[in-house]
């Protein structure tokens, strides 16, 4: 069922472009501060659905994936924002997009609301 939603992917002129080597630094470079600003919005979820486990287990999982968003994924973008000339500020690079808005809306305002409800 997935199968056509990931071809999909596969075939976008972004990803097509990225990995032929053909991207323009310049929309590589806009595509990490946008993604920065994602991951950096992601972790707080992530660290308000931790405050709302039901039990410690699903806390401490919670926090796990927190912590892994902090000192992995934002420490490899940091590394190469600054390899690229980007310096970071408190809300890091351009304006962001409207799906980039979205999603962390999305990611601040409803995943720890809805972290811990049954299926």
Do not use: C
């Not at 973008?77 to 000339?85: A, D, K, W």
């Amino acid at each position: 069922m997935a199968d056509p939603i990931w071809e999909e992917i596969y075939r976008h002129p972004f990803v097509v472009e990225l990995y032929t080597g053909r991207l323009p630094l310049e929309r590589f470079r806009y595509y990490l501060l946008q993604d920065y600003s994602y991951i950096v919005n992601l972790t707080r979820a992530l660290a308000l659905a931790a405050a709302k486990a039901p039990s410690p287990q699903l806390m401490k999982e919670a926090l796990a994936l927190a912590h892994g968003e902090v000192t992995e994924e934002m420490a490899s973008y940091e590394s190469l924002l600054r390899e690229l000339g980007l310096a970071l500020r408190r809300r890091p690079g351009p304006s962001r997009t409207a799906s980039t808005w979205l999603l962390l809306l999305h990611a601040l305002n409803v995943l720890p609301l809805r972290a811990f409800t049954s299926a």
